[in-house]
Structure formats: structure tokens, C-alpha cells
């Protein structure tokens, strides 16, 4: 089946949602933050949208979640708009670890101790440091407001149940942003840093925002429905390839050869995924697979690649 079109995938798409689900039983919620525990672990829901803006979605897609590591793309493409590449990468390096999201493991054996990548967790705080703003709070607002510019949703908001209940269990994700700091990594108080992240991480969205921003990402950073340019051509191509490879944490590997997009999922569930030049796609499963990703969305993914063609590869 090479060619798709929006009618052949939505006439499938039910049925291969309510086959995925059966997976759910066979993972688990996210309970090192607490409130990410309470989510619904039989659901599954994907929305896709296609470069004229005809969008199709089925299961439970309307399911409100936070995007956890998936903000994490869109804080590293931030840092590079503030700061180029230079100042970025002096900072995170660019190589997969092989290692858990929220270890700390190499930063004390490889030197210069900067973290491998801007996607795992210590990568990001350092990210999170980088953003423009006077204070916390302005980086934080920064940043909501560019997540809302990608999904076209001024709406969009932190939520706050998450963000306490992550700022207040983020004992791991402290340590590593002091030790951060005393690398000379992290610019500013560590404190400081460390709202930016939690806050970025506890927006909350539906699949339907993950596909817009997907979308724009699909057509090197400029919005197929408007005609804006909304980020520069080499920084969508820096975050497409770490996406790529280290997007789904340790099964990144894994992803690139049943799936074959660029794709980064969150702890919450949320996968943003892609076809370039043609799909924005935005995914939720709250049930985690052992290496941390929506079991039944990595599933459906699957299927629909294999089925469509998809993989880049
Ligand atoms: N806020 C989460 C943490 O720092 C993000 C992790 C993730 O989604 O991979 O642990």
C-alpha cells in the first residue's frame, strides 16, 4: 500500500486503535510522579493531520495529558533560536547514552561532564537554562507561548497538580541539576532552572496539539495551513535527528526499525510523531512499556508504518 490519503488511513484507523489497546493491560502508568499514576491506563487515542489540514482521530484522543519529554523538543529548538548552535552544544553534546532518561551515570565518567544529549533529563535542564528571559518566570512564559504559537492553541496551560506533584518528588532530577551546576553547566540558580523544566514538562495538552506542532515540524518549520515560518530550517533538522536518535528513550533503535519516523514520547504517555512533508501526528497511551514508552502506541505506530510504508529508512 504505498500511496495513503487521509480517507484510506481514517477507514482503517478504528479498528487497528481498538486492536492496539488490547497491549495496555501489558504495561503501567508512570508512578514516580505521583499525579501521572491517576491517568486512564486502558486508553489509547491518536489524532493526525494532513499539510491541507483535513484531520482524522480515533479512540479516546480527546484525553487531556501532560507533555513531559515531549516539551523537551521544543525547549531545544528555543535554546538554539536564543542562542545558535554554538553556545547549545557547548552546553549538551549530540550522541544517544544508552542509558536510562534520568541517569546520572556518565556525567561523572565521561568528561567534559556535560550531558550526552538534549533529550535526556539532565540535557534538558541544561536546556531549560539556556532559554531567554529575565527571571523563572519569564522563560516559563516564553516557552508555554511557543508551544501555543506550534499547536495553534493560545489556550494551552501548565498543569499545576503535575508540576506540584513533580517538583515535589524530583529528588533524582535535583541532584543531577546541582551536580549541573557545579560542571558549570547550568547558568542562573539551580532552583530557578529547575521551575523552567518542571513547568515545561507539565503542559498540558490533547493528541490534536501534539499533530499541529508535529505538523510544523513535518514542513522543516514553517505551518503548511498558514504559510508562516515559525522556526529556521536547520534547527527543525537538529531536533528531527536527535528525535530519531534519542527520542524514544533506550528503544530509540528499536522505534527506527518497526517504525521509521522521528518521534519523541513522554512519560505521560504522549508520543509526537511524524511523516515529513505529509503528516503531524499526536498520540496518548498512558500504559508505559518497560523502556518507558506507550505500549499500545508504539503498537499502533507500528502497524500503520508497515501497513503505509512509512519508515524513512
Ligand atoms: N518530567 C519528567 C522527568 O523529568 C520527564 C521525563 C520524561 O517524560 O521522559 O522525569
Known amino acids: ?43 489509547l ?35 538554539l533560536m536564543d542562542n545558535g548552535e554554538e553556545v547549545v552544544f557547548d552546553k549538551v553534546g549530540m550522541e ?14 565521561v568528561q567534559p ?5 538534549p533529550l535526556i533529563n539532565a540535557g534538558a535542564i541544561a536546556i531549560s537554562s539556556l532559554i531567554a528571559g529575565k527571571d523563572a518566570n519569564e522563560k ?16 494551552l496551560s501548565c498543569d499545576l497538580d503535575v508540576y506540584r506533584s513533580e517538583s515535589a518528588t524530583a529528588n533524582l532530577n535535583r541532584s543531577m541539576a546541582y551536580f549541573l551546576k557545579d560542571n558549570g553547566v547550568l547558568q542562573g540558580q539551580v532552583e530557578d532552572v529547575l521551575d523552567v523544566y518542571f513547568r515545561h514538562c507539565s503542559i498540558s495538552v490533547t493528541c490534536a496539539d501534539l499533530a ?28 528531527k535527528t536527535f528525535m530519531t536518535t534519542c527520542g ?12 521509521g519516523l522521528p518521534a519523541k514520547s513522554g512519560v505521560a504517555g504522549g508520543i509526537l510523531t511524524m511523516v515529513p512533508g505529509r503528516y503531524g501526528i499526536g498520540l496518548i497511551g498512558p500504559s508505559l512499556n518497560r523502556k518507558g514508552n506507550s505500549i499500545a502506541g508504539v503498537n499502533l505506530l507500528q502497524t500503520m508504518s508497515q501497513q503505509f510504508d512509512w519508515s524513512l529508512f
Not at 544517544?96 to 565518567?109: A, I, R, V, Y
Not at 561532564?113 to 544529549?117: A, E, M, Q, S, T
Not at 516559563?140 to 489556550?155: H, K
Not at 524514544?248 to 526499525?257: R, V
Open 1 to 43: 500500500m504505498p500511496r495513503t490519503d487521509i480517507e484510506q488511513i481514517s477507514t482503517l484507523l478504528p479498528a487497528w486503535v481498538e486492536s492496539s489497546k488490547k497491549q495496555c493491560i501489558h504495561g503501567k502508568t508512570a508512578s514516580y510522579i505521583p499525579e501521572l499514576s491517576k491517568a486512564p491506563i486502558e486508553a
Open 45 to 79: 487515542g491518536i489524532h493526525l493531520i494532513d499539510s491541507n489540514g483535513h484531520s482524522i482521530s480515533a479512540g479516546d484522543s480527546e484525553l487531556a495529558f501532560t507533555m513531559q519529554s515531549i516539551s523537551k523538543v521544543f525547549t531545544l529548538i528555543l535554546a
Open 96 to 109: 544517544p547514552t544508552g542509558d536510562n532518561f534520568n541517569s546520572m551515570l556518565k556525567l561523572e565518567l
Open 113 to 117: 561532564g556535560i550531558p550526552f544529549n
Open 140 to 155: 516559563s512564559q516564553r516557552v508555554l507561548r511557543f508551544i501555543q504559537l506550534l499547536s495553534n492553541n493560545s489556550s
Open 212 to 239: 499541529q506542532m508535529a505538523l510544523v515540524l513535518a514542513h522543516n518549520g514553517t505551518n503548511p495551513l498558514t504559510g508562516d515560518k515559525l522556526i529556521p530550517r536547520r534547527y527543525v533538522q537538529i531536533a
Open 248 to 259: 524514544m528513550y533506550n528503544a530509540s533503535g528499536e522505534f527506527a526499525i518497526q517504525v
